[in-house]
């Protein structure tokens, strides 16, 4: 424990930890109130001392309660009963916390103030039921602390669903710490902000939202904030992942994946008490609407499954001595399709009595399956019902390491286990577009299923996919397909992203792996799926026009067997006088004398205009050189196109000043990282070898390596620019053999430099 010349600092992670900020807050706070009153004209004891209003400091939020955080911010409240002069108590008292740098959320009010903002601000009400006394007149502050809890349950009922429409806004805005790969353990959905509407709902009388597993999981994501703040030595409470290795070790867990995963645990047992708290608070509600005693009316949704007061339940008839195996899927599949919940006692008995599915399964089983995973937005919350009870391991035995999986690739926003629910339900979008959609749904729930198994997880999935769709019932030709759809989830994505798309080797290669349309329309549907599941990072409307035309001739060349030829060049690149520039959209063309480094030049002058090149095509025509760039702006707004034109002309003409400029703010460009790759693709081309590069992106990395290429002999005819996250893939397509192995290995030494 530490006082910092201008304020209160204590170490340390943990509830002891918490407690000592608080009590060296208290102290220090009741310090600054005294030496307030002293410098607002008060006599040593207080107001109260020469026979005026009483005079109160009280804290709410986390050093009311005494979990401050090592970083935390104060929440405090000058409570009065009609004092004048507070003017001047007040501002001895906020200086001194914003000198000491600590962040200050405060207000100066009476008791009925007090009472009447938290009458009209549910927030503030909240903030009320965690008062605790710091300094002054101890019987005004429990005078508030015991109005405003009488006055929270008096109100609980009607206000809670204000409550909890700005606890979905909140949900909505910062996601679920459950499946979140950096998540903020404060405000997203099963964080600490919800364990503070669980203790509203709690102190509201209305049912037991705080249970013990509840109380454990919210000491531990305390711990985890106690940890990430001494970590980055700030006030943060989004747990990113560069982050959660320096957390893992203040919190003796072993690696950041543990960490990771214990995370998701706690907040998924912070969200199931908040989930059983509204269905709690829903019944009430209703059963008041109702007026009269009764009954709720029973009505039946699907086969051994009713409604009952808003969550299903199963009919009599369900429950019996030997239960259908299939019942607990076709429960969740009701309850997917309605939108209902399923009744907690419900779930407790299908996991404790209803038998395991045998192998293969019933119909009725896999049917029901099938309608789960159609059921769109029902999916996600009726599968996360379905595992918290322990169904869904008895379904899938591969579960239980699939669960709260971290994933290392930074476009990704979830966990594994929440990625492939939520591809399966982005998969609805697509399932009229098929002739199998059962077969897509089941597709895009496994394509991922291999990961954290091997290094490449399309492949290692594919046996795993294979017993999944056995154990399930289906014919082998229908579970070959399921194979092919994880063995090729990628490669829609990647070749059109990373190929020549005109080239007829690309398509040729994409058709014999493919093999028939109806499949080819199946990784089409699973590829926008898994990107739009993936996260934001992971599509573009200029990444799905490239996979769509990379269908589209695909479709063709199966259809037919013709493979495309190579476009022509644009009439208005191949005449005129020299250089023509055009810029229509995202495409940016230039026709120059033919000359080496044109290429280089073009894509350096992109670069100093914050433009970020997606594919770029070379080609010559006569004695003129054509490059032909896709374009996107790096951030901002898009360049002014005519200062662009200028520059691109004079680049391509060779202007020294503009050269100068490249090689400035090529050099200003680089970075460290992790090192750069360069692999050789020598029959992915017609005309030409593919070197691709993988480093980390950069601003004008595209003109370092044309340059370097250029400079090392290779002749660039294409280049396809894809972005993952932090770092790229670039596949340079080099006219020219490259047999020659020291030819190879010195391009690479050249790239490699430049990187």
């Known amino acids: 424990m530490a006082t910092d010349p201008v304020g209160p600092r204590v170490d340390g992670i943990g509830a002891d930890a918490r407690r000592r900020r608080a009590a060296t807050l208290d102290a220090w706070l009741a310090d600054r109130y005294a030496t307030g009153l002293r410098a607002a004209g008060f006599p040593p004891g207080g107001p109260t001392s020469a026979g005026s209003p009483p005079v109160a400091l009280a804290a709410t939020g986390g050093l009311g309660r005494r979990q401050c955080a090592p970083h935390g911010d104060l929440d405090l409240l000058l409570l009065h009963g009609g004092v004048a002069g507070l003017d001047r108590l007040a501002t001895a008292l906020w200086y001194p916390v914003w000198d000491a740098g600590l962040p200050l959320d405060h207000s100066v009010r009476t008791v009925a103030e007090a009472l009447s903002v938290a009458h009209d601000d549910v927030k503030v009400a909240l903030a009320l039921l965690d008062l605790r006394h710091v300094a002054g007149d101890r019987a005004l502050t429990d005078q508030l602390a015991a109005a405003a809890a009488d006055q929270w349950r008096r109100t609980a009922v009607r206000r809670l669903p204000g409550l909890r429409e700005l606890t979905d806004a909140r949900w909505a805005a910062h996601g679920e710490l459950a499946f979140l790969l950096e998540g903020d353990l404060k405000e997203a959905a099963g964080g600490l902000r919800d364990v503070g509407v669980l203790r509203a709902v709690a102190q509201s009388g209305l049912t037991d939202a705080l249970r013990p597993a509840v109380r454990a999981a919210h000491l531990r994501l305390l711990d985890t904030r106690d940890a990430l703040h001494t970590a980055t030595g700030r ?437 460290a990282g992790a090192a750069p790759r360069i692999v050789w693709h020598r029959e992915a081309a017609t005309d030409a070898v593919v070197l691709e590069l993988r480093a980390a992106d950069a601003a004008g990395l595209l003109y370092r390596v044309a340059s370097a290429l250029d400079a090392a002999g290779g002749q660039v005819r294409a280049a396809r620019i894809s972005t993952l996250g932090a770092d790229v893939v670039d596949a340079f397509y080099l006219t020219g053999d490259w047999s020659d192995e020291a030819d190879r290995d010195r391009v690479t030494a050249a790239v490699l430099a430049a990187v």
């Not at 995370?263 to 708290?277: F, I, K, M, Y």
């Not at 992203?497 to 080239?503: H, K």
């Not at 200029?542 to 695909?554: D, H, S």
């Open 235 to 671: 006030r943060v409470d989004r747990l990113v992942a560069q982050e959660r290795a320096a957390v893992a070790d203040l919190l003796g867990v072993d690696g950041p994946d543990i960490l990771s995963r214990r995370v998701s645990g706690d907040a998924r047992t912070v969200s199931h008490a908040l989930d059983d708290a509204w269905r709690a608070v829903d019944r009430l509600r209703s059963a008041r609407r109702r007026g009269a005693p009764g009954h709720p009316v029973r009505r039946p949704v699907a086969r051994d499954v009713v409604a009952h007061d808003g969550e299903l339940v199963l009919a009599r008839t369900a429950i019996g001595a030997r239960p259908d195996p299939s019942l607990a899927l076709r429960v969740a599949a009701a309850s997917a399709s309605t939108g209902l919940p399923i009744a907690r006692a419900t779930c407790e008995w299908l996991a404790a009595y209803c038998p395991p599915l045998p192998t293969p399964w019933p119909a009725a089983a896999r049917a029901a399956l099938i309608t789960l995973l159609g059921a769109g937005p029902g999916l996600v919350p009726t599968w996360e019902t379905c595992d918290r009870y322990g169904l869904v391991d008895g379904w899938l035995p591969e579960w239980p390491r699939l669960r709260s999986l971290p994933q290392h690739n930074p476009v990704h926003r979830f966990t594994l286990d929440r990625h492939l629910v939520q591809t399966a339900a982005e998969a609805t979008r697509h399932t009229r577009e098929v002739d199998r959609p059962d077969l897509l749904l089941l597709g895009a729930f496994l394509h991922d299923i291999g990961k954290g198994l091997g290094a490449d997880h399309s492949l290692d999935g594919v046996p795993v996919a294979a017993r999944v769709a056995t154990r399930i019932g289906l014919p082998p030709a229908e579970v070959a397909t399921v194979e092919k759809l994880v063995r090729l989830h990628l490669m829609l994505p990647e070749v059109a992203t990373r190929r020549d798309l005109a080239d007829p080797v690309t398509i040729a290669s994409v058709a014999e792996a493919v093999g028939d349309p109806g499949t080819l329309d199946l990784l089409h549907a699973l590829a926008r799926a898994d990107a739009r599941a993936t996260g934001p990072a992971a599509w573009s409307d200029w990444k799905g026009r490239l996979i769509a035309e990379l269908v589209g001739r695909v479709r063709i060349a199966l259809d037919t067997g013709a493979l495309p030829a190579p476009p022509e060049p644009d009439p208005g690149l191949v005449a005129g006088p020299l250089p023509v520039v055009q810029l229509t959209g995202d495409r940016v063309a230039v026709a120059a004398a033919d000359r080496r480094g044109l290429l280089a030049a073009v894509a350096g002058c992109l670069a100093l205009h914050r433009l970020e090149v997606l594919a770029a095509d070379a080609a010559t025509v006569a004695d003129r050189a054509l490059v032909e760039f896709r374009v996107q702006p790096r951030y901002g707004t898009p360049p002014d196109p005519v200062a662009l034109a200028a520059d691109l002309r004079r680049a391509v003409t060779g202007d020294v000043s503009v050269n100068q400029r490249l090689r400035g703010r090529a050099l200003a460009a680089r970075g």
